[in-house]
């Protein structure tokens, strides 16, 4: 009954029968909380001629940007209607394959790989969320594909690199493709781009990305995949012809250029989740090794965290539940990094409901 995704506050309140307050504050979609980039809102005006024409289906100004931006080749490159239609194609692709999901994760891999009719298992991680390649590697032999997301939503996690180094490798060897979702990337961690050189010649490296999240621009849709140009080619056949519409590709190349935006909302977002952890310590709250911008949290005096979710609602805090992220099944609560105000109004209402159960 729950809704499965973040964002669109009221269905969350419609389904659990809570009178929705007047102000709400909505920490269940991960996105930045600056709001989009100024030098996107200053050329909105300017956009509205775009819609007279149709977009371009191979959004060539925008691949060429994201490949230099790479240090790749274009070829390299497809852009998608938001990471979720990459999502659906790469499912597309797999049609009838064995894939199995890293756990816990983007509830829409399972979606697309169940609607090309593929045989899904999970691999569950043991919470701390550490990644361990050798179990994998062992069920490479009867997989086609793994899906695997780190920066991990929903737990804010990033495996270790060495690890996933060791998986593009066997997954090479083994001839089973493995899709590294990488959504929260380099935009909200400290680091360049990465597997430029694996993706010149492997052909089983699929890496995925969102530019949404980043530049808050979730209504837009936009994202990309950098693959080996076959495996890019292929995609692209399955792929609606103008499915990326000539706004979002117009944000796309202006949001790349905002270095100092995204070096501000790093910057805004480590001191935040600094401040947040010392809180949570202090208040015996238990989260996670987040690196981005969402954490999981629980109360660990609550096995069910629930009535801590209702709690928060009524008070006009929106989390994100986890119901259906297999390996949580609702016993941690998502919350993105809001602005200060935002995190400070959160820390209120969690230092009340300790007070409560005191
Ligand atoms: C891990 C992950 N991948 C992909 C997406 C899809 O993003 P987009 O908005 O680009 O479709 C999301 C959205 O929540 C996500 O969390």
Redesign the pocket.
């Known amino acids: 009954m729950l809704p499965s ?2 964002s669109n506050p009221h269905y969350l309140y419609e389904s659990l029968s809570i009178e929705q307050p007047e102000e709400t504050l909505d920490f269940s ?2 996105l930045n909380p600056f709001g989009p980039p100024k030098a996107l809102i200053e050329k909105w005006p300017d956009a509205f001629d775009l819609i007279t024409t149709y977009p371009d289906p191979h959004a060539t100004s925008l691949t060429k940007k994201l490949a230099a931006r790479h240090g790749s080749e274009e070829s390299h490159v497809l852009v998608g209607n ?4 990459l ?1 659906t194609l790469v499912g597309r692709f797999l049609f009838h394959k064995r894939v199995c999901i890293v756990q816990p ?2 509830s ?1 891999y399972e979606e697309a790989c169940r609607s090309a009719e593929c045989e899904v298992t999970y691999h569950k991680l043991e919470e701390g969320w550490r990644l361990d390649p050798n179990p994998l590697v062992e069920k490479m032999n009867h997989l086609d594909a793994i899906f695997l ?1 780190t920066p991990n ?1 929903p737990t804010g996690v990033s495996y270790d690199l060495e690890s996933v180094r060791t998986l593009i490798a066997e997954a090479e060897k083994q001839d089973c493709y493995l899709i590294i ?1 990488e ?2 990337f380099a935009d909200f961690l400290h680091k360049e781009p990465r597997y430029t050189v694996e993706l010149m010649t492997n052909r089983n490296l699929i890496i ?1 990305r ?4 980043m530049f808050a621009i ?1 209504g837009l ?3 990309y995949m950098m693959a080996h140009p076959e495996v890019i080619r292929a995609i692209k056949k399955l792929k609606p012809h103008w499915s990326v519409n000539a706004l979002a590709l117009m944000a796309g190349e202006i949001c790349l250029d905002e270095q100092a935006y995204m070096k501000a909302t790093r910057k805004l977002i480590e001191g935040e989740r600094e401040k947040l952890q010392l809180f949570f310590e202090k208040h015996r709250y238990i989260y996670s090794r987040s690196t981005v911008n969402f954490y999981l949290l629980k109360d660990p005096d609550q096995t069910d965290q629930a009535p801590l979710m209702h709690y928060l609602m009524k008070n006009g805090i929106v989390p994100r539940h986890t119901e259906n992220f297999p390996g949580l099944e609702g016993r941690w609560l998502r919350f993105a990094i809001r602005t200060s105000y935002e995190n400070d109004r959160l820390m209120e209402v969690l230092a009340s409901w300790r007070s409560l159960s005191l």
């Not at 969102?210 to 999240?213: I, M």
């Open positions: 995704h973040g979609a991960n938001g990471g979720a239609e999502i994760a983007f829409e997301c939503n979702d959504a929260f995925m969102s530019l949404t999240k979730p849709r936009l994202g």
